[in-house]
């Protein structure tokens, strides 16, 4: 039972224009969400989170949306770089910090110049 | 600042062998936890631990022991592999309090066993 699902399992976008990533979740009791970023051959890194609490979290490049209604999020990376061909994992969590931490899938961006 | 360090990157095993991956942290984080990824499936949460002497398990935690017995190690144990095991195994490491609560990840270890 996938409680966290990236459906899109691979996206392609040019340089320059804007990414999203999008992420669903089923559990109600999840209240805290996080974006990791993964290159080939290494661990993921942290790059952005959001709280329940907000529907909206920017860092530089990078913005995250959540729907908590509809159980979406989306990751918003604007202006796409080629540095940024990546997977992407989102994640989520019943509070900041708790002990276990769900992933979806993953999505593979590939930024095309 | 070496973070998380994970041994060994590579290991190939035959079913029945048991091996030890070897995860350590210099961040002086008291939580620790094991991934496995497999494709299509994402990360899965092994085996965690809050404090030396703590840990519990996962949502894939069988065939797979834990013990913590410092702050900085965290080794995984498989007694009896399997190839289901065959997978990039991750370990993770976080502070118990403030901040955005993110998990730093090693490099990873990649399993196979035939």
């Known amino acids: 039972d996938q409680q966290v699902k990236q459906n899109s399992p691979s996206l392609s976008v040019q340089e320059g224009r804007i990414s999203i990533l999008n992420c669903d979740y089923t559990?109600?009791?999840?209240?805290?969400f996080l974006w990791y970023k993964k290159y080939p051959a290494e661990g993921p890194t942290f790059l952005i989170s959001?709280?329940?609490?907000?529907d909206k979290n920017e860092d530089g490049r990078f913005t995250v949306f959540l729907n908590k209604s509809a159980k979406h999020l989306s990751l918003h990376i604007v202006p796409s770089q080629p540095g940024d061909s990546a997977v992407y994992f989102c994640a989520a969590s019943e509070l900041r910090g708790a002990q276990k931490l769900v992933f979806g899938q993953g999505t593979r961006l590939t930024i095309n110049p | 600042n070496a973070g998380v360090t994970q041994t060994p990157k590579f290991q190939v095993l035959k079913t029945g062998q048991s091996m030890t991956l070897q995860c350590a942290q210099d961040?002086?984080?008291?939580?620790m936890s094991w991934y496995r990824q497999d494709p299509g499936m994402g990360l899965r949460l092994i085996h965690y631990?809050?404090?030396?002497?703590?840990?519990d398990q996962g949502e894939v935690p069988n065939g797979y022991n834990v013990s913590r017995s410092t702050t900085e190690d965290f080794p995984l144990r498989l007694l009896s592999a399997a190839p289901s095991q065959t997978s990039v195994y991750f370990c993770?490491?976080?502070?118990?309090?403030?901040?955005?609560?993110?998990?730093?990840f090693g490099e990873g270890s990649r399993l196979t066993v035939l």
């Open positions: 631990s809050v404090g030396a002497g703590i840990t």
């Open positions: 959001i709280s329940s609490i907000k």
């Open positions: 993770a490491s976080r502070n118990s309090g403030g901040g955005t609560g993110e998990l730093f």
């Open positions: 559990n109600s009791m999840f209240d805290y």
């Open positions: 961040m002086n984080h008291e939580y």
